[in-house]
């Protein structure tokens, strides 16, 4: 079984409990505008080019065979769509400043490199399915599960849940734990920053209610976007009517901003400050707050 990757992440951290080893797959139903991993949002290779890394030596020119580079007054210039994947510029490149993100893998490639990282899982580490959007490739994703299941590794997908519900079904037995993202609550405000369908993410949200598999609601929380009231209470109230007991929000960065200008993307949000720590506190003590008030009303029903 044979699918598409973008990077392979070992002693991951943060990607779900204990030390992890995370697969980040290419592709994704959604474009977030805040996005950090730019690169995934479209299957196929996509050219990187790190500006600080590039000597001037202009051997890319040469080495690419369809004329995607080319240097005018000492200025690297790309035509991008001219790019085929085939990464011969990133092979001529001294200073490493071109890469390719996105490749085709197996699922028993993969497998060998989490191999690599079992003797470090403990008790409740494991393997992350992330993105992009894993589950826009099930049948690759299912076969990975399938194969750390059978050797006793605990796994993990990490989703925004806009695809289908056939999709979930294929990698519902071989799951331990979702982190299912929910970034906004109306259509409009999907429509406007991240596209996708609300209805259909919350369909399947209840589709892992409905089968008791266990879920953390993943929340980005955006200034200016959805850091209100509102959406903490639309997210108090979706967790309580589903009985999800774990909800994390995450505050907002702009640490993927350099690869949108890398992979010829424009970042929209472009200036926008990291969220401070206390602000994000303040959010997540909202949250709790709600949480137990949703929990409070639904004892006194």
């Not at 200025?75 to 890469?99: I, S, V, Y």
Request: with cysteine; proline share 4%; aromatic share 6%.
């Amino acid at each position: 079984m044979t699918g598409e990757i973008f990077s392979m992440e070992r002693f991951s951290i943060h990607d779900g409990p204990g030390v992890r080893t995370s697969i980040f797959f290419k592709g994704c139903p959604l474009h977030c505008i805040w996005c950090h991993n730019p690169e995934s949002h479209e299957r196929g290779p996509v050219l990187q080019y790190l500006e600080k890394e590039c000597v001037g030596c202009a051997g890319c020119v040469s080495a690419c065979p369809s004329g995607v580079h080319s240097f005018i007054n000492g200025e690297h210039r790309m035509d991008r769509g001219k790019c085929t994947g085939c990464g011969q510029c990133c092979l001529a490149c001294p200073g490493d400043a071109l890469r390719i993100r996105g490749k085709a893998c197996t699922a028993e490639e993969v497998l060998q490199v989490i191999g690599k990282d079992r003797p470090y899982y403990g008790e409740e580490g494991g393997v992350t399915l992330s993105g992009g959007e894993p589950l826009l490739q099930p049948d690759f994703a299912a076969e990975i599960l399938k194969l750390c299941k059978e050797k006793g590794i605990g796994t993990c997908v990490e989703t925004a849940g806009d695809v289908s519900q056939k999709a979930f079904l294929k990698v519902l037995a071989d799951t331990d734990l979702f982190l299912y993202d929910y970034k906004l609550d109306t259509q409009e405000q999907m429509d406007r920053y991240t596209g996708g369908s609300l209805k259909r993410i919350r369909e399947n949200l209840e589709l892992l209610a409905e089968h008791g598999k266990k879920v953390v609601l993943r929340c980005p929380i955006i200034p200016g976007i959805n850091d209100t009231r509102e959406h903490l209470k639309a997210i108090a109230e979706l967790a309580d009517r589903l009985s999800i007991a774990d909800t994390e929000l995450m505050p907002y960065h702009g640490y993927g901003e350099d690869k949108w200008r890398q992979i010829g993307k424009e970042y929209v949000l472009s200036g926008l400050p990291n969220m401070e720590k206390e602000t994000a506190d303040i959010c997540r003590r909202q949250l709790a707050g709600l949480r137990a008030g949703c929990h409070e009303k639904g004892r006194e029903v």
